[in-house]
Structures are given as C-alpha cells and as structure tokens.
C-alpha cells in the first residue's frame, strides 16, 4: 500500500490547517496587537461628556502600553464620533466591527444611541463595556457580550429623591423629565420614590428633547407651590431650570442626575446650584480617593486633555480597566468567549476613580456604590455631604 501522501492532498491538508489557524485567530488580534474600539460624541454639546470618556480610556490604553501591553501584545484604539445621534452610532459600530475589526468596544454612546446599536452589537457578540448609559436594556435581561459600569438610572433617581426628602421633610414636590428613554427612566425612579416616601407632588411636566427655554416649565412649578425639584434633564436643560428658578426668585432644593455631575455644568449654575442635589458612585475631582488616579491622568494626558476630565474620564478609565483585566487574563489565547467569562468573574476592582466594580453571570450591572452630593458654586464644583 502506498503510504505516500499525494500532492494534492498534501496541499489541501496544508490549506486545511492555514484555515484553521486564521479561524482561531480572534478578530481583532495579532501576534503583536490588539485593536479596541469606542463610539461616543466627541462633537456638539454632548461632546462635554464624550470628549473626556475618551480621555479616560486613552489614559488607560496609555497605562497598560507603557507596561509592555496585555501578555505582550500592544493596544491600538480607534475612536469614533456619533454626534448623539443613534443613526450615527449605527453606522459606527457597524465600521468598528466590520472594518475595522475591533476585538472589543469601549463604549457605546449614549442611551438611545446604544438602544439603537444594540441588535449589531449582541448579533457581533464581541466585548462591548456601556460605562456613558445604564439604561435598563443593557443589563435585563442579560446580554452576554454587554457589560455595563455604573447604577441604575431609575435607582439612582429613587435613591436621590429619597434621600432629598429626608434632608427636606414634607416638602412639595415636582418634576420636570425628558420625552424619550432617558426621562421615561427619571419618571419612573421618582415614582418609585413619591410611593416610598409618601411624597405630595404638585406639578409633573415633560419636555421635548433638545428644548432651550423652561421659563413656562419653571413659572408652573412655582405657581402649583412645589418646594422642592426633579430636574430630569441631561446637562445644559438643567443648568437653564436652577438659573431660572434663581430669576424667578423661587430658588428650591433641586435633584439632578449624576449626569449632570461635572465641573463645567456647575460652573454654569453659578449661584443657582446653591440647592441643587446628585448622587454618584465616581470619586470628585480633587477629592483624596481620586489623588493617585489624578496623578496617573498627569502622566499621560496633555495639559490641554487635563482640562477637559471630568467625572466620564473617571467612569471611562475604570470601565476599560475591567475590561483589560479580564483580557489579561486570557493569557495569550485571547478570545471573544475568554474575556467575556473573565468579566463575569470581576469583584470589586480598584480602579482609584470610582467605587468598586463588580459582575457576575447572572449581573452584567456594576452598580457601585452611591453617595449624596451637593453642588458647591464657589469651588464650580460638587462636594460630598454623606
């Protein structure tokens, strides 16, 4: 019997294996490197918050590259702008994936930007970290590819009318939300804390997204004689209600979300945030738990990036932390499945920019812990009072 294998065969067996090899290969990784994606508004006025999310992971990208890389290999971020606006966050997580190959995404932009990409995004099944949104939909069900750092909107805002209220007894209450998911998930955290707490509301208004004037808004507040406020908007609809209730003369305790929760939106309350609230789960800017975080930030950010962080660099750099530390984990074997295993495995990781985090297999929500703020217009900053 000839045991001799014929050349043809011995090339296809050759070709065989070469397939084999490429189909092991996880998209995205070489020998050498490993390709990172993110899709966040780095233009427009949402630019505030997606301009230093991107900061954090170039700070984080920066860190490990300086340390040699993951398992030998280095990081190559492409970053892509969505404007906030979901058609554009489609068609750039679909280049991201597509084209560009990317092992694994960063962010995913806002909340109906993200509701938008999610089909491509769990149909990809690559890594993808959501630390801009936690909006309800990332998280419940479970979507195995989606890790999401951050608390609950609608827990957040039960959280922060609550403790509001036992800090202002009996008073009054109203709110003002947003027409889309966004407010749908202020309104239903400020239910949850109307029922809990037994609270009197007087006035509930909805405005339409991308509203500039809230001086009809505000005048029905002070006229249903609401004592106190939920302000549902995102950053700049807030700054307008605190510094109308201040012309108006009607200036009440003010809930904002965490969203809100950056120096630049302080800055413009001015002495109209003298009353205004927030919960966070990220340390302050300045704040002692923060001080080696900033120092590292110093080491890899420019002057001029230095001016532009904010509480998102915080959120961004912790989120892409985890996700690194499940990738380094994989070993040299690194893969789609691997590193979304490893993630299910994270307890409380130090980040030094936020409280720990933490998933497991059955919740892919951080969900760290929450702590009372109250905005500081001299410093143009917040400071904790809890």
Not at 225 to 237: I, P, Q, S
Not at 265 to 291: C, F, H, I, R, W
């Amino acid at each position: 019997m000839n045991r001799r294998l014929p050349k043809f065969a011995f090339l296809s067996l050759l070709t065989a294996l070469a397939c084999g090899q490429a189909m092991a290969q996880q998209q995205g990784v070489t020998d050498t490197e490993i390709v990172i994606g993110d899709i966040l508004p780095l233009t427009g006025p949402p630019a505030l918050l997606g301009v230093a999310h991107n900061l954090g992971v170039k700070a984080a990208v920066a860190e490990v590259n300086a340390a040699g890389g993951i398992n030998g290999r280095k990081l190559r971020l492409i970053s892509e702008d969505d404007g906030y606006v979901p058609s554009r966050t489609v068609q750039g997580v679909r280049k991201l994936i597509n084209s560009d190959k990317v092992f694994a995404l960063t962010s995913v932009s806002g909340t109906a930007q993200a509701q938008a990409a999610m089909p491509l995004i769990q149909q990809s099944g690559l890594p993808a970290m959501a630390p801009i949104t936690t909006f309800e939909g990332l998280y419940k069900p479970v979507i195995k590819n989606v890790f999401a750092v951050g608390y609950d909107m609608t827990d957040a805002v039960a959280e922060l009318v609550s403790r509001m209220a036992d800090r202002y007894p009996g008073k009054k209450w109203a709110l003002i939300s947003q027409d889309d998911d966004y407010g749908e998930n202020v309104r239903a955290g400020f239910d949850r804390a109307v029922k809990a707490k037994n609270l009197q509301v007087v006035s509930t208004q909805i405005y339409k997204k991308g509203q500039q004037d809230f001086s009809s808004e505000i005048l029905k507040v002070k006229q249903a004689g609401a004592e106190a406020l939920m302000a549902g908007g995102v950053l700049g609809e807030n700054v307008t209600m605190t510094k109308e209730l201040e012309r108006i003369g009607h200036k009440i305790p003010t809930g904002v979300t965490y969203v809100s929760r950056v120096p630049a939106s302080a800055k413009m309350m001015g002495t109209a945030a003298e009353n205004v609230y927030t919960v966070d789960y990220v340390y302050l800017e300045g704040s002692p738990q923060a001080k080696d975080f900033q120092d590292k930030l110093g080491k890899f950010l420019s002057p001029e990036e230095l001016a532009r962080v904010n509480r998102y660099t915080f959120t961004g750099y912790s989120a892409t932390r985890a996700l690194f530390d499940a990738m380094g984990r994989c070993g040299k074997a690194l893969t789609w499945d691997c590193t979304k295993a490893e993630l299910e495995k994270v307890r409380n990781l130090e980040t030094g920019a936020m409280t720990p985090i933490s998933f497991s297999a059955t919740n892919h929500l951080a969900a760290p812990k929450l702590f009372l703020l109250k905005a500081d217009p001299a410093a143009a900053t917040y400071k904790t009072i809890e």
